[in-house]
């Protein structure tokens, strides 16, 4: 018996060896795999890219979960003979990344404008290199069979360049335009961010109500009041069937009597308050889009800073806080407030990375239209793009309830804010000379143009990962025989960020979907059933655990029972159990192989006992049932079936029964349990590994099986057998 057997099985000393051994065998690489004959190159494909993590720190149980799920995929579908492809990669993640050195600079005193735009990105470079070779040894603890010959970086140079083709294709077909519209704007990052990375915090709040001429109108903010001069009410409501859409009106207000002009539109709700409401265009969403469908006037009150402007009179460069109640007491001192409401309670939007509450503001940015027929494909919009392959089903989204969560966004989908006021990230191609634009690949020769400060949402260059990362503008081998991906697996929170972004980026850019199938996974929350995270002080350093119990219990705790879609509650309980499992695992080994020593495994044995084709049948069964389960992606249940068999009834039951016949003196039922004992043990170990890699993969290496390679590239155990339950 292997000498290893004799201690018990110890992680620490075994996880770091045996990945090194897979990282030399280079079996992560597909074309490895076929040039050693591992492989056809003519075998189907399974590929999957890796959600990028992004490179502002460590990652959390969250990202090990998604990561475990994605290495049991991989790893199965390598077993069972395909050409298996996991690209790894990190994101630059600007908004987050640059946010983070920001603040670590105001620690030391300094601001970003005090080294200026190179020095700075000097800087946001060298934590972005650390984080990354942090995470890149986290990923390797955790187990994960990616082919690192195939790193990428959502900012390096391939990237780069694969972002400003896209950009210019997109420009040159009319997609990209630069325009005044409105956006959400972050007074505390200074910089635009999208409609999907606003944090909506229910808050307490006053909420005032106001005489506005003949009418009364309620606010929570009445600090943007300043230009409203529209008065809005449903054309259907009769207590104001006497006012006329167009009419004018002169009413008192804030800083003297106005002009107001009526507006009825549809878009009001009769029900709230009292059915009518003033609009202030540059500071609302919903009033921009009424101003725009009647060509009303538009009016700046709040700066970029959160500061009222000269509108404001004598509360201009006063921040909006401090002159709220002011402004009231204004009102009230003309008589024409009517109410406050103390206990009001609205959703306020705030910016995920920095916290602060944001404005909306009218400003010049560049966007993506949405609704712009494109003629190279039969003047469909990306919105049709979009839709089209979840609806036909050429995507498959697991669990399908997201379906219509996808359908709805997409419906509502306004034009895509592309530019950020960053200085990290992917500087803008389009440069300016004078009132002459100029979008290239690269900058003009001549003198005279400067190029756009701005730089590209993080989510543009994320959108072409499936096929940037394969080698995309050009047309490569990888592209060719890796693409569309097999399946995407990320966290529900992502439909929009991502998923959809890089259907759409696919469709336009390549004529192909991204993937063909969409497992969306929950979020993991502590044992409260709060969300994970650094900033709740709740976060667990997989590394940590790992230390302690090993990668495969940890593993094996996140993936069993958890379905697609669905939340988990984190408790280190179920990792100690697990690790148990581990030690169950090895202890059987032990058993079967000091039983059996100096015995090999023989596939063409044939005279079992008929108790013993019954087990086999039993195991036969289970291992069919598994290899549908796991193309169903329902790993979930076969982690738990798994651990059943292994423990409940291959341990303590039928290696308990085997005792007594390997103690008997009945050679042909000996012989017969002992070739059982062994193809089970060899088969347990290989529906094991995707789940269990470390611990299955030790095993292995000590199992009496002749012309055996790694067990990572080692074929699934199809259930093949014989009418009379006889191994084929």
Request: contains cysteine; hydrophobic residues 35%.
């Given at each position: 018996m292997?000498?290893?057997?004799?201690?018990?099985?110890?992680?620490?000393?075994?996880?770091?060896?045996?990945?090194?051994?897979?990282?030399?065998s280079?079996?992560?690489?597909?074309?490895?795999?076929?040039?050693?004959?591992?492989?056809?190159?003519k075998?189907?494909?399974?590929?999957?890219?890796l959600?990028?993590?992004?490179?502002?720190?460590?990652?959390?149980?969250?990202?090990?979960?998604?990561?475990?799920?994605?290495?049991?995929?991989?790893?199965?579908?390598?077993?069972?003979?395909?050409?298996?492809l996991?690209?790894?990669?990190t994101?630059?993640?600007?908004?987050?990344?640059?946010?983070k050195?920001?603040?670590?600079?105001?620690?030391?005193?300094?601001?970003?404008?005090?080294?200026?735009?190179?020095?700075?990105?000097?800087?946001?470079n060298?934590?972005?290199?650390?984080?990354?070779?942090?995470?890149?040894?986290?990923?390797?603890?955790?187990?994960?069979?990616?082919?690192?010959?195939?790193?990428?970086?959502?900012?390096?140079?391939?990237?780069?360049?694969?972002?400003?083709?896209?950009?210019?294709?997109?420009?040159?077909?009319?997609?990209?335009?630069?325009?005044?519209?409105?956006?959400?704007?972050?007074?505390?990052?200074?910089?635009?961010?999208?409609?999907?990375?606003?944090?909506?915090?229910?808050?307490k709040?006053?909420?005032?109500?106001?005489k506005?001429?003949?009418?009364?109108?309620?606010?929570?903010?009445?600090?943007?009041?300043f230009?409203?001069?529209?008065?809005?009410?449903?054309?259907?409501?009769?207590?104001?069937?006497?006012?006329?859409?167009?009419?004018?009106?002169?009413?008192?207000?804030?800083?003297?009597?106005?002009?107001?002009?009526?507006?009825k539109?549809?878009?009001?709700?009769?029900?709230?308050?009292?059915?009518?409401?003033?609009?202030?265009?540059?500071?609302?969403?919903?009033?921009?889009?009424?101003?725009?469908?009647?060509?009303?006037?538009?009016?700046?009150?709040?700066?970029?800073?959160?500061?009222?402007?000269?509108?404001?009179?004598?509360?201009?460069?006063?921040?909006?806080?401090?002159?709220?109640?002011?402004?009231?007491?204004?009102?009230?001192?003309?008589?024409?407030?009517?109410?406050i409401?103390?206990?009001?309670?609205?959703?306020?939007?705030?910016?995920?990375?920095?916290?602060?509450?944001?404005?909306?503001q009218i400003?010049?940015?560049?966007?993506?239209?949405?609704?712009?027929?494109?003629?190279?494909?039969?003047?469909?919009?990306?919105?049709?793009?979009?839709?089209?392959?979840?609806?036909?089903?050429?995507?498959?989204?697991?669990p399908?309830?997201?379906?219509?969560?996808?359908?709805?966004?997409?419906?509502?989908?306004?034009?895509?804010?592309?530019?950020?006021?960053?200085?990290?990230?992917?500087?803008?191609?389009?440069?300016?000379?004078?009132?002459?634009?100029?979008?290239?690949?690269?900058?003009?020769?001549?003198?005279?143009?400067?190029?756009d400060?701005?730089?590209?949402?993080?989510w543009?260059?994320?959108?072409?990962?499936?096929?940037?990362?394969?080698?995309?503008?050009?047309?490569?081998?990888?592209?060719?025989?890796?693409?569309?991906?097999?399946?995407?697996?990320?966290?529900?929170?992502?439909?929009?960020?991502?998923?959809?972004?890089?259907?759409?980026?696919?469709?336009?850019?390549?004529?192909?979907?991204?993937?063909?199938?969409?497992?969306?996974?929950?979020?993991?929350?502590?044992?409260g059933?709060?969300?994970?995270?650094?900033?709740?002080g709740?976060?667990?350093?997989?590394?940590d655990?790992?230390?302690?119990y090993?990668?495969?219990?940890?593993?094996?705790?996140?993936?069993?029972?958890?379905?697609?879609?669905?939340?988990?509650?984190?408790?280190?309980?179920?990792?100690?159990?697990?690790?148990?499992?581990?030690?169950?695992?090895?202890?059987?080994?032990?058993?079967?192989l000091?039983?059996?020593?100096?015995?090999?495994?023989d596939?063409?044995?044939s005279?079992?006992?008929?108790?013993?084709?019954?087990?086999?049948?039993?195991?036969?069964t289970?291992?069919?049932?598994?290899?549908?389960?796991?193309?169903?992606?329902?790993?979930?249940?076969?982690?738990?079936?798994?651990?059943?068999?292994?423990?409940?009834?291959?341990?303590?039951?039928?290696?308990?029964?085997?005792?007594?016949?390997?103690?008997?003196?009945?050679?042909?039922?000996?012989?017969?349990?002992?070739?059982?004992?062994?193809?089970?043990?060899?088969?347990?170990?290989?529906?094991?590994?995707?789940?269990?890699p470390?611990?299955?993969?030790?095993?292995?290496?000590?199992?009496?099986?002749?012309?055996?390679?790694?067990?990572?590239?080692?074929?699934?155990?199809?259930?093949?057998?014989?009418?009379?339950?006889?191994?084929?």
């Open positions: 292997d000498e290893k057997l004799l201690k018990p099985y110890d992680p620490k000393t075994t996880e770091e060896r045996i990945y090194k051994l897979w990282e030399e280079g079996f992560f690489n597909p074309d490895i795999c076929v040039e050693k004959k591992i492989v056809n190159e075998s189907n494909y399974f590929s999957i890219i959600p990028p993590p992004n490179v502002t720190g460590i990652l959390h149980i969250g990202h090990t979960f998604e990561d475990a799920i994605q290495d049991v995929l991989v790893r199965f579908n390598r077993m069972q003979g395909k050409k298996t996991w690209i790894p990669g994101d630059h993640a600007a908004i987050a990344t640059q946010t050195v920001e603040k670590l600079l105001e620690k030391e005193g300094i601001r970003k404008n005090d080294l200026g735009r190179e020095e700075f990105l000097k800087r946001v060298k934590f972005a290199g650390e984080s990354h070779d942090t995470i890149i040894k986290q990923l390797k603890r955790i187990g994960v069979s990616l082919d690192w010959s195939r790193e990428a970086f959502t900012l390096d140079a391939k990237r780069n360049f694969a972002v400003r083709t896209a950009f210019k294709q997109m420009y040159d077909d009319g997609l990209i335009y630069r325009g005044h519209r409105i956006v959400n704007w972050d007074p505390k990052g200074q910089t635009v961010i999208s409609d999907d990375e606003l944090v909506y915090e229910e808050r709040s006053k909420f005032y109500t106001f506005y001429g003949p009418f009364e109108i309620s606010t929570a903010r009445p600090e943007t009041k230009g409203d001069k529209y008065v809005v009410m449903h054309p259907d409501d009769k207590r104001y069937k006497e006012w006329q859409h167009g009419q004018k009106i002169t009413v008192e207000w804030i800083n003297g009597p106005i002009e107001a002009t009526v507006i539109d549809a878009m009001i709700d009769m029900e709230f308050g009292t059915g009518v409401m003033t609009i202030t265009p540059w500071h609302s969403h919903e009033d921009f889009a009424l101003a725009e469908k009647y060509k009303l006037e538009k009016e700046q009150i709040i700066d970029k800073y959160g500061k009222l402007l000269p509108i404001a009179e004598e509360f201009a460069g006063m921040k909006i806080n401090d002159a709220r109640e002011k402004i009231v007491e204004k009102l009230k001192a003309k008589g024409l407030l009517v109410s409401d103390e206990n009001y309670v609205h959703r306020i939007a705030t910016a995920e990375r920095t916290g602060g509450v944001v404005e909306p400003m010049e940015q560049w966007f993506i239209n949405v609704n712009h027929p494109i003629k190279s494909k039969n003047n469909k919009t990306l919105k049709e793009l979009m839709m089209e392959p979840v609806k036909d089903g050429r995507i498959k989204i697991l399908d309830r997201f379906e219509k969560v996808y359908y709805n966004w997409i419906e509502n989908l306004r034009d895509w804010c592309i530019s950020r006021q960053l200085w990290y990230g992917h500087r803008i191609p389009v440069w300016y000379k004078g009132t002459e634009i100029y979008c290239g690949m690269e900058a003009p020769k001549d003198e005279g143009w400067a190029q400060p701005d730089t590209l949402d993080t543009f260059s994320s959108g072409l990962w499936t096929f940037s990362t394969l080698g995309w503008p050009e047309k490569t081998k990888d592209l060719e025989n890796f693409h569309p991906t097999t399946v995407l697996v990320t966290g529900y929170e992502l439909i929009f960020f991502w998923m959809a972004r890089m259907i759409l980026m696919s469709q336009y850019l390549i004529d192909q979907i991204p993937f063909k199938t969409v497992y969306f996974h929950g979020i993991v929350r502590d044992i059933g709060k969300k994970i995270s650094k900033s709740s709740n976060n667990i350093d997989p590394i655990v790992i230390n302690e090993g990668a495969d219990a940890l593993r094996m705790a996140l993936i069993v029972g958890v379905g697609p879609g669905n939340d988990t509650k984190f408790d280190m309980n179920k990792v100690k159990a697990y690790k148990h499992f581990a030690n169950k695992i090895w202890n059987i080994t032990r058993f079967v000091s039983n059996t020593e100096n015995i090999k495994y596939e063409k044995f005279d079992y006992t008929e108790a013993d084709k019954d087990l086999i049948n039993e195991r036969e289970l291992i069919q049932e598994i290899t549908k389960e796991m193309d169903e992606y329902k790993f979930y249940l076969v982690s738990e079936k798994i651990y059943q068999y292994v423990w409940t009834r291959f341990a303590d039951v039928i290696i308990e029964d085997s005792k007594a016949i390997l103690l008997g003196s009945d050679e042909i039922v000996k012989n017969s349990r002992i070739q059982f004992l062994l193809g089970t043990l060899i088969k347990i170990t290989k529906i094991l590994h995707p789940f269990m470390f611990i299955t993969e030790e095993i292995w290496s000590i199992l009496p099986i002749p012309n055996k390679n790694l067990l990572v590239v080692e074929k699934w155990p199809y259930s093949e057998t014989t009418s009379d339950g006889q191994d084929l």
